[in-house]
C-alpha cells in the first residue's frame, strides 16, 4: 500500500478473526506515515576585504580576550595594549599612531564620552584591562557622533556586571631585585569585582590597578641612588534597568600618579630632578530609551578634572 507523500507499507498480507454470531463487523485501519524532509541552511560569508562596500573607512576590533592572551610590554596599561590592534603603532616614546596619525589626532570614547585629555589630547587616562569589553578603532572620516577625531576614533565599551558575583586577582607578588640587599623593584598587582546590586535589575563592575616601580642608578652614592614612582587607577561602572526601555549607566574613574624623583640618570642626581605629581577625575552619567527597534534616544554629562604638578625637590645634596 502506498501513496503520495507516504511511506510505503510492506505488509503483504494480515489475518482477520473469525466474525462471531451476532458481533459487530471488524473495522481494519491502515495508517501511512508522511514523509518528513529534514533541511539546513548554512550561510557562509567571507572577511570582508578591502573593497567592502559596507565600509568606507578602516576598521580594526580588538577582543578582551586578545588583550589579556598576547604578551606586550607594561601589560597592566590597556595604553600600551593598543599597539596590538593592526594600523596602530607605539614609537619609541611610547606614543599611539592611528593608522599614520599622532595620538592627540584621535578621539578616544568611553561609552560615549570624549576621554581625550583636556590640555594633551592625548590618551593620558591609566585603565586597567578587564575595564572594556573590546577595543574598536576607526579611520576617519567616522560616524556623525563620532567626528571629533580628525583621524581616528578609538571606541571603548565598559564591561557590566551580572547576576553571578566575579572577581580576580592579577600579578599579586611582587618582584624583588637583588644587590645592596633585598629591594622590592616592581608590584602590579590589578583586580576586578562585579556582581549585582540588584538581581535582574542594577549591576557593578569595578576593576582597580596599583603600579610600584623602583629605579635603581648603581653608579650614584648610596641612599641617592634610587627613584620610585606610584600609579593607581579604580574604575566603578554601574548600570541600572529602570525599565524594559530605560537603561541608566553612571561611574567614575580615578587616576593617580606621584614620582618624587622623576628623571634621576646618572647625569641627574636627585638634586636636578622633578617631583611630579598627577591626578584625574572622571565621572559621567547616562540615561537610555528606546522606543522601538529603530529609534533611542541618550541623554547624557560627564565631569573631567585633571591636576598636574611638577616642582623642583627643594634640597640640595652639596
Not at 45 to 63: E, N
Not at 116 to 127: K, V
Request: hydrophobic content about 40%; some cysteine.
Amino acid at each position: 500500500m502506498d501513496h503520495e507523500g507516504f511511506y510505503v507499507v510492506p505488509q503483504p498480507h494480515f489475518t482477520v478473526p473469525e466474525l462471531a454470531a451476532g458481533a459487530e463487523l471488524y473495522k481494519v485501519h491502515i495508517t501511512l506515515e508522511s514523509v518528513h524532509e529534514l533541511s539546513t541552511v548554512v550561510d557562509v560569508k567571507a572577511q570582508a576585504g578591502l573593497t567592502d562596500v559596507d565600509r568606507v573607512t578602516p576598521q580594526a576590533t580588538l577582543s578582551s580576550r586578545t588583550l589579556y592572551d598576547v604578551p606586550f610590554p607594561n601589560q597592566n596599561s590597556l595604553r600600551n595594549g593598543l599597539r596590538l590592534v593592526p594600523g596602530v603603532i607605539q614609537d619609541g616614546t611610547w606614543e599611539l599612531h592611528f593608522f599614520g596619525g599622532a595620538e592627540n589626532q584621535a578621539q578616544y570614547s568611553f561609552i560615549g564620552f570624549q576621554l581625550n585629555d583636556a590640555i594633551t589630547g592625548r590618551f593620558d587616562a591609566r585603565m586597567s584591562l578587564e575595564a572594556v569589553e573590546a577595543v574598536e578603532v576607526q579611520a576617519a572620516p567616522a560616524d556623525a557622533s563620532m567626528g571629533r577625531g580628525t583621524w581616528a576614533t578609538v571606541l571603548l565599551p565598559a564591561r557590566i556586571g551580572t547576576d553571578e558575583t566575579k572577581y580576580s586577582v592579577t600579578e599579586f607578588f611582587p618582584r624583588l631585585q637583588f644587590g645592596s640587599g633585598a629591594n622590592l623593584s616592581r608590584w602590579s598587582p590589578r583586580a576586578y569585582f562585579s556582581g549585582p546590586w540588584k538581581k535582574h535589575r542594577a549591576w557593578f563592575f569595578n576593576t582597580a590597578e596599583f603600579q610600584f616601580v623602583r629605579l635603581r642608578v648603581n653608579q650614584l652614592p648610596g641612599g641617592q641612588d634610587s627613584s620610585s614612582s606610584w600609579t593607581f587607577n579604580d574604575l566603578l561602572h554601574n548600570q541600572i534597568n529602570l525599565s524594559n526601555r530605560n537603561i541608566l549607566f553612571a561611574g567614575l574613574l580615578f587616576d593617580y600618579q606621584y614620582s618624587p624623583y622623576s628623571g634621576l640618570s646618572l647625569a641627574d642626581p636627585r638634586s636636578v630632578t622633578l617631583r611630579r605629581e598627577a591626578g584625574q577625575w572622571f565621572g559621567y552619567i547616562k540615561d537610555q530609551w528606546s522606543f522601538s527597534h529603530s529609534s533611542l534616544i541618550e541623554v547624557g554629562i560627564c565631569r573631567q578634572l585633571h591636576a598636574c604638578h611638577s616642582y623642583p625637590p627643594g634640597f640640595s645634596d652639596v
